[in-house]
């Protein structure tokens, strides 16, 4: 759950709900604020992306406020995987670094809303996000260090690319995207 302020100077506080979902936030200066929720694993959109703006609280020194009620809207996972036959994900570059992999959905802000790593395999990794149903989207990933190919093994210029998808709801099994990891980029 977030309460956020978005006259100078912005502030952003965030707390985790208790089981019965009830939630407090203290310290919070005076001033209006709007809040969102959002859900710690997989299945429910992050409402402070993907929805529109939740109620918006003002509160002033000293004030308590309740009866606030926010919900959750379930989403769509869109699933990524990644061949990596060599192994590279799991190597570091000849600076000595881990290897730069980024993929993720832009969202209505125009920022890139992160895929995070489901599971990891000796031959590969899998990514996942949760996004809307029934909205046109983009997923993007660039690589400044592995070159990429596409699930047809065709390389990606740059090791980066953007797809555009949506997934529709009753969808048994949305669909994926898989590339694949064809070695070092020079």
Request: proline share 8%.
């Amino acid at each position: 759950m977030s309460a956020t302020r978005t006259v100078l100077p912005p502030l952003r506080q965030t707390v985790q709900s208790r089981a019965d979902g009830t939630f407090s936030i203290a310290g919070l200066a005076a001033g209006t604020y709007t809040l969102c929720v959002q859900s710690a694993g997989d299945g429910y959109l992050d409402g402070c992306v993907w929805t529109p703006p939740g109620p918006s609280v003002t509160v002033t020194a000293g004030q308590k406020q309740s009866g606030i009620s926010l919900k959750m809207q379930p989403g769509s996972i869109l699933r990524i995987h990644i061949d990596d036959a060599g192994g590279l994900l799991n190597q570091k570059t000849s600076a000595g670094y881990a290897p730069h992999l980024v993929m993720g959905v832009r969202t209505p802000q125009a920022t890139l809303h992160p895929a995070h790593l489901a599971a990891k395999t000796a031959t590969g990794a899998d990514y996942q996000v949760t996004v809307p149903r029934d909205k046109a989207l983009v997923f993007s990933i660039q690589s400044f260090s592995l070159q990429l190919a596409d699930a047809n093994e065709a390389p990606l210029a740059n090791s980066t690319a953007q797809q555009g998808f949506q997934h529709a709801t009753g969808d048994a099994n949305p669909p994926g995207f898989t590339y694949k990891v064809t070695g070092w980029r020079p």
